[in-house]
């Protein structure tokens, strides 16, 4: 049977004439049950005329951690205002623990968390912005090199890798891309139909879904459905190999991890991206295809013809270059977060956030400038 | 060949993490052809030093020879041609962990020599039965255990026959049998290869069974404070803190 707690409690006695204040300590201090205030008792204190304090132990039930943290900060604030404590009196535990944990003095580590300005901040942050576009050129630099290089004789290419890679952003890739494309191509036809219905122009439903797959939406939507899953996986991946210390291992090998980690998934992302603009461009027409005949009556044969009188072949091959860079992109800010990566599981974290934004931002950038250069170009 | 003696001298080395400096003025030689350990307490720079000795940190001040030839200020070409010869055990292993232990060993082989398949397969095989792991060539690093791992890390730091080692703690982690057997192999390794040994270690019984010679960091100081044979330094060191390491604080009473 266990006895009922015993609530923890200080009885201060009065002042007496060597300046000597005796403190009861009763009850049971347990973690986490109700431990008195440190301040209060220091506020209880009759103030300048304290010299030392006795603690009588003799009415304390059961202790732990609670009290030793307790005792340790009296001992703190004493020194602070320099009462003496007659630590003699303390339980036997008690006094080893705190012995322990007096033993070894603290370090000067050298390391100083001064407070900072704003304008100090705003520096940092500036510089800080500033070096990681300097690091940015030079892993842009870096992989270039690296793709000079694996024409050249020292090579470091492994098949089996570049074939894994290759698996894991393309076919297994394929539903999600799928699914995310005959959705977008549903929606639009559904949209487009209640309005073009309006004027009895239904059959233009399938230039609607047939342009905006192939000039925008299929890359588009490749594009952000691999930053989430292939991007961040590269970013992931690479970043777990900083943080276990590969990466080091192949840099003191003499093996550079752009050319050994790097370059085989920008190739890989290159080659696929275009295959999973087409295969996405296609579905989401199938979905456009579903709504024009299931709810808008029209014949199977009517639809393909119109989709195909609706494209012209700049249109697809505007989206098809497009994915290319957008495959770049996916890949390399993947990779620069991942190799990039602090030394921590935390820092693992936040290169895959950051990769995944940095991807997303930077296909809508690419997919504007694209949009004029294709404006200018009449394309 | 830039390797003519087999010797590495720290010449003036600062340390430091940004304005964070761990170790300052560092100076010692390492013998070509000795085991020379490392040692300090937890967290005084050990790591960090080893880091800069194969070239992932540049020092803030001083340089590190290899030999006749400067390290720190050769270019990165000439750096990665030279780090051929060197072999490293991390301290958590860093196996490349999407590839089985027989891969891991094999890649280095594969980058830098001209062998067959076969051939590489058959070092493979032997270097992994070196460190007691023959059976587990086609294990993943994920599938076998923490000591086991450090081996496998060992047999991948020997594939090409190095001529300058660098172990971060080898034997933590180990029972005492394979860790007996691990510096059996470091003394082996020395003495076959001829090669140039550094050994981050705290464990008192592996640095006086292995050690030609000791560098004791001092993490109040911030500096090396003595170096010397272990068991000079346990008789005679003139500073305290190395003795009493040496006998796991005994010195003190
Ligand atoms: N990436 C880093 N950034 C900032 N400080 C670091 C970093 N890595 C290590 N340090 C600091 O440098 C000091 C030395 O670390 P190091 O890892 O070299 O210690 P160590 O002697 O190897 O310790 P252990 O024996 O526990 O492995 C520590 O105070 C640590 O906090
Ligand atoms: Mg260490």
Redesign the pocket.
Known sequence: MQAEAQKASLEVSPLNNDGNVSIKVCGDWILDTKLPDRKELWNQLPSEATATLDFDFSSLGKWDTGLVVFLLGCIEESVRRGVQINQKQFPDGVRKLIDLSQAVPEKQ?GRTEEPTSFLQTLGHNTREVLEGVNTFLAFTGEVTMGFARIFGKNKVFRPIDFITILYQCSAAALPIVGLISLLSGLTMAFVGAVQLQKFGAEIFVADLVGLAMVREMGALMAAIVMTGRTGASFAAQLGNMRVSEEIDALETMGIRPIDFLVVPRLIALILVMPLLCMYANVVGIIGGYLVGVLMLDMSTHQYITQTFKAMSLNDLFSGEIKSIFFGMVVAASGCFYGIHCG?SSAAVGRAVTRSVVTGITFIIVVDAVFAVIFHILGI | MILGNRQIKVDGLEMA?GS?V?MRNLDFTVEGGKVTVIM?G????????LRHMIGLLEPSKGSIKFGDFDFTAADESTRDSMKQSFGVLY?GGALWSSMTLEENVALPLQTYTQLSSSEIREIVEFKLSLVGLSGFSQFFPGAISGGMRKRAALARAIALDPKYLFFD?PSAGLDPVSSQRLDDLILQLRDTLGATIVV?S?ELASIFSIADHAVYLDAETRTMTDQGRPSDLLEKSPHPGVREFLSRGKTNG
């Open positions: 580590t030394q | 993490y964070f761990v300090g937890s967290g005084c720079g050990k790591s960090t030093l301290q703690e981050v705290h």
